[in-house]
């Protein structure tokens, strides 16, 4: 995803999320290098960096900080744990 092109972003992870009024919104789980506020600011800077990078009606719509995203033992994203959360 180009959130993680960033140079605030560590990782990130992305899923659709069910929404009554689209169906279906982009929502990122992202995680930040040391350094970086997890705090509005950085949602709209994210949002926009995606936006300049790929269609913008591909942005997410929803960003959720989170200290680590949940990967099996061979280092592969589990999407499936996200979506639960």
Known sequence: ?????????????????????????????????????????????LQDHVKATIAPFKYPREIEFTPSLPRTETGKLQRFKLRQA
Do not use: Q, T, Y
């Open 1 to 45: 995803m180009p959130c993680s092109k960033h140079p605030a972003v560590a990782e990130c992870g992305v899923i659709g999320k069910p929404d009554d009024e689209r169906g279906m919104i982009v929502k990122a789980f992202v995680v930040l290098k040391p350094g970086h506020a997890a705090d509005a600011a950085m949602v709209k800077a």
